[in-house]
């Protein structure tokens, strides 16, 4: 039916102006190095909207998360 796909197209906008938001959050954390931060709203970003771009940045910053922990434990 029509009227499904309208309400799926919507939402799917919806998700993406969402996705961007928690996007623009992580990339403010990640500045402060708060990977932790950046990477729980990436995966969020990713989740409603899973671009390669995302799935990119989730990728880099477990890295990174990874070896700030390690770091701060020495």
Not at 14 to 36: G, I, V
Not at 55 to 71: D, E, F, G, H, Y
């Amino acid at each position: 039916s029509n009227q499904s796909t309208i309400i799926q197209a919507q939402s799917k906008k919806k998700n993406t102006a969402q996705a961007s938001k928690y996007a623009k959050r992580a990339n403010s954390k990640a500045k402060k190095k708060d990977y932790k931060g950046a990477l729980s709203d990436y995966k969020r970003a990713y989740k409603l909207n899973p671009t390669p771009n995302y799935k990119k940045r989730v990728q880099q910053l477990t890295s990174i998360a990874k070896k700030q922990s390690r770091s701060k434990k020495c």
